[in-house]
């Protein structure tokens, strides 16, 4: 040890020229250094989402949601399977295992869909594989706190309109709406009236099924029964 420190000291010059080069060289790569705020960190997950404007949630699940589950089950692999269906569309999540290889899982999930029947007026199934860079750096929510917009212009006209100013800013390379709505119209059956002309519910509603429409929901409240209506030809 008393050999290394009088090594040390005969040689200052050297020792502290040394440790000047670690320092400039050391701070020269952190500056260099690739910075992230949220890095891209893969997980072994896939997200399967269909976007089916026409089709109420009973619908989705039916049509949409079981097709492709029945689809994908069949793929090696998949630990846990997960499934949403809502009004104007579906998600599905994949879980794989640790370290498995999602490339393999991304190719035989698109295959899978590729052979799945989807009906008519549901929009091609997409594939994402989940990441950091996935999800949302920033959250909007709309509010009316005057009272002035009604809760169903919010839901369409006003966050369709929000969303094209969005999706035209610089930067954006994606936006994502939830509980939002389409135009659709209100049918108010008055009961007495329908009585006097010899028709009842019944008769509405089988002229409704004969209409065509995407889908009907309503309840009866005191003399009245208020269907909302979707037209796709309308909207």
Not at 215 to 223: A, E, M, R
């Amino acid at each position: 040890m008393n050999r290394l420190i009088k090594a040390a000291l005969n040689r200052g010059i050297f020792i502290v020229t040394s440790i000047l080069i670690i320092l400039v060289w050391g701070g020269f790569s952190a500056f260099q250094m690739q910075r992230d705020y949220l890095p891209p960190i893969q997980n072994p997950t896939l997200m399967i989402s269909v976007h089916a404007p026409d089709f109420q949630a009973d619908q989705i699940k039916a049509a949409v949601t079981g097709p492709i589950e029945q689809a994908v089950r069949k793929i090696d692999g998949i630990e846990t399977l997960e499934t949403n269906s809502f009004a104007g569309g579906s998600l599905m999540s994949l879980y794989f295992p640790m370290n498995y290889d999602m490339n393999r899982a991304e190719r035989d999930v698109t295959f899978a869909l590729d052979h799945a029947a989807m009906p008519a007026g549901a929009e091609k199934p997409v594939v994402t594989r989940v990441s950091t860079s996935s999800f949302p750096i920033m959250r909007l929510s709309l509010t009316s706190p005057t009272g002035k917009v009604d809760d169903d212009t919010l839901r369409t006209v006003t966050q369709a309109q929000i969303a094209r100013e969005l999706k035209a800013l610089p930067g954006v390379s994606d936006l994502r709406i939830t509980g939002a709505g389409s135009g659709g119209y209100v049918l108010t059956v008055r009961m007495a009236d329908l009585g006097k002309a010899g028709l009842t519910l019944e008769d509405v509603t089988r002229s409704l099924k004969g209409a065509d429409l995407s889908g009907v929901q309503g309840k009866i409240t005191n003399s009245q029964v208020s269907i909302p209506l979707r037209l796709p030809a309308l909207s």
